[in-house]
């Protein structure tokens, strides 16, 4: 996390805390005064300020954790290359292995041969040896020759067959001289061939080491990485509380001072109808007062004179009885208009906090009307952020590089080739849910994985029985006899390359430079069959085109 981008809590949620116990402060003092308390302007901003400041931080919030989850989908990417880089390198490594150990055969086998030129060699010579001291012992006249014989042309005839058996016996010693120099040539030939095999052992080894070696490095890496993404998220899930509370001390504010407002206009309207009220008595009491004084008049005025009175008496009467209702409806004319600022305050409110409405319909009804108005309203706010945050999450995700706009578009496969890859299919959905296990599968189904030094490792992968990517599609592809390497290099560089535009069923994917990263199976529709990685399982995803290599590999 870049030094602008950390937040400690207490930035921003110190102005929120303050807000909050200034909420509960009225609210206490709302219970033991049992009436509305009227929040101090300065309050109302504020809150308004607290709020304005949770949503900018939950907003960079937001946008650090769609960083680091980029960051993290890219060390997966690169975990998976150097994976496979770990997998090339075993597989070069046993091919190295097998090269030396077949040159040393070769070159015992030519030792062997040597030894067994030699030997002939030496008995041809010792037989030539014989027959040369057989000749000097006969001596060099010619009657020895004739010794036993009948007549001249006999004995001549041994003298030739004898030389003729020479000259034989010379002649195989001869070859046999011939074959010792090619057997040692040979040999000698052959132990330059085994010193470079085990120099290309040593390199495939070396390099193997390497791999495993930036293997290790780049999983401590991604766990480090990894760590600050799930530290980001937990602050902006604790940032979303503080700016939902902060929303709820300004609508709470905003609430009391319409109610306090409305209470206001009641108590004034009360005043004015008790102040109205005696007034009238007092017009009344004078009124008897003269009415009593003029009792002394004839009898005739007096019986005329309580008649008016009573008249009188009840024309004021309905006269303060249309007082009082009018001043009742004053009354609720005034609360309207203070619920319906209520509402326009609240709507203002909520608006410079960047949480309402702009559009929204202010209530000129009673509070509780405005007040569930308010509750709308933040629910509304609620909603949209959460649909903000989404939005921002989505917009950090890596641009696709390759993106089909028809994934099923190509020639449609028929016949024997379209029940090739419904073998293979079929195969590889046979082991949906298998463990994920880094370095095995092969051509007989799941094998024991291998250990990695780093995440396979953590993962216990060396005592799990299961497959890696590429050894899914070993086993898959053996249903129908094609044998593929345990790398998923070597496996981009087999059959038919065609764009991602044209993929179709059956066809390998794969993701990372000329395949060297990950390798899974097309299934059509968007989905394909992999095993993604140590954790995971045998399994059906979404295609996930950042990443993936601008071909498509075509084995049927």
């Given amino acids: 996390m870049s030094r602008n981008q950390k937040f400690r809590a207490s930035h921003w949620t110190r102005p929120i805390a303050g807000v909050m116990i200034a909420g509960l402060v009225a609210t206490n003092s709302q219970v033991a005064a049992a009436q509305p308390i009227n929040p101090s302007n300065a309050q109302i901003r504020q809150a308004e300020d607290a709020a304005a400041h949770a949503t900018n931080v939950l907003q960079a919030l937001v946008a650090n954790v769609t960083q680091h989850e980029r960051q993290v989908s890219d060390l997966e990417l690169r975990m998976g290359t150097l994976r496979e880089s770990v997998n090339k390198a075993m597989v070069d490594l046993e091919a190295a292995r097998n090269a030396a150990d077949q040159a040393r055969a070769a070159v015992d086998e030519a030792r062997n041969q040597l030894h067994r030129a030699h030997s002939d060699l030496r008995n041809a010579q010792k037989q030539f040896n014989e027959l040369a001291r057989s000749i000097m012992r006969q001596g060099s006249s010619q009657s020895t020759f004739f010794e036993g014989a009948r007549d001249v042309a006999e004995a001549l005839n041994r003298q030739a067959a004898i030389r003729r058996e020479a000259e034989k016996q010379q002649k195989t010693v001869d070859n046999m001289d011939k074959a010792r120099t090619e057997a040692a040539n040979q040999e000698s030939s052959l132990r330059d061939k085994k010193a470079q095999?085990?120099?290309?052992?040593?390199?495939?080894?070396?390099?193997?080491?390497?791999?495993?070696?930036?293997?290790?490095?780049?999983?401590?890496?991604?766990?480090?990485?990894?760590?600050?993404?799930?530290?980001?998220q937990v602050e902006r899930e604790a940032a979303k509380a503080a700016l939902e509370a902060a929303r709820g001390a300004v609508n709470d504010l905003n609430q009391k001072r319409a109610e306090y407002e409305s209470d206001k206009a009641r108590k004034e309207a009360e005043d004015a109808a008790a102040k109205k009220a005696a007034n009238e008595a007092a017009a009344k009491a004078r009124q008897e007062a003269q009415t009593r004084a003029s009792e002394s008049s004839s009898d005739s005025d007096t019986g005329s004179s309580q008649s008016s009175s009573a008249q009188a008496g009840t024309t004021q009467s309905g006269t303060a009885q249309s007082s009082g209702s009018q001043g009742s409806s004053g009354s609720s004319d005034s609360s309207s208009n203070s619920s319906s600022a209520q509402g326009s305050s609240s709507s203002s409110s909520s608006s410079s906090s960047g949480a309402g409405t702009e559009n929204s319909e202010q209530s000129t009804g009673s509070a509780g009307s405005t007040g569930s108005t308010g509750s709308s309203s933040e629910e509304n706010a609620a909603e949209e952020e959460s649909s903000a945050s989404s939005s921002s999450s989505a917009a950090g995700t890596p641009a696709q590089t390759a993106t089909p706009s028809n994934p099923e578009t190509g020639q449609a496969s028929t016949g024997s080739s379209s029940a090739k890859i419904e073998a293979v299919i079929s195969r590889a959905m046979g082991q949906l849910g298998v463990p994920y296990a880094w370095g095995g599968g092969n051509a007989n189904g799941p094998t024991k994985g291998i250990r990695d030094g780093g995440v396979a490792d953590a993962h216990g992968d060396y005592n799990k029985v299961g497959f890696d990517c590429s050894g899914l599609t070993i086993y898959a592809f053996a249903a129908i006899g094609i044998d593929l390497p345990h790398y998923t290099g070597y496996q981009y560089q087999r059959g038919t390359h065609y764009p991602v535009s044209q993929m179709k069923r059956g066809d390998l994917l794969f993701w990372g430079p000329n395949g060297h990263g990950h390798v899974a199976i097309y299934l059509g529709d968007g989905q394909m069959i992999e095993a993604p990685q140590s954790g995971s399982v045998v399994k059906i995803s979404p295609v996930r085109y950042n990443g993936m290599t601008p071909n498509v590999v075509r084995l049927v």
């Fill in 197 to 232: 095999a085990e120099s290309a052992e040593n390199t495939a080894q070396q390099r193997h080491t390497e791999a495993e070696s930036a293997y290790t490095d780049a999983n401590q890496e991604l766990q480090k990485e990894q760590e600050q993404y799930q530290k980001a």
